[in-house]
């Protein structure tokens, strides 16, 4: 998901666990198409609920510092 697409869910009314749910699952679902591969089989790691929403919240965070 890219930045924009997040502010614009959260100004529609998602929560941060929500969009925290589904950042999570498309990181995810990237992580395992990456990860068919043999040569790749060991590169990156699949996320946590909170390692997602950390992210959701900066990038919330930083639109609002950015914004007033």
Known sequence: MEKEEIIKK??????KEMLAKIYKSKYNQ????????LEN??????I????ALEYIEK?????????K
């Open 59 to 67: 990038i919330i965070y930083m639109y609002v510092k950015g914004e």
């Open 41 to 46: 089989r060991h590169k990156g790691k699949f």
């Open 10 to 15: 959260w100004k529609q009314g998602l929560s």
């Open 30 to 37: 990237r992580i395992k198409i990456i990860r068919s591969s």
């Open 48 to 51: 946590t609920n909170y390692e």
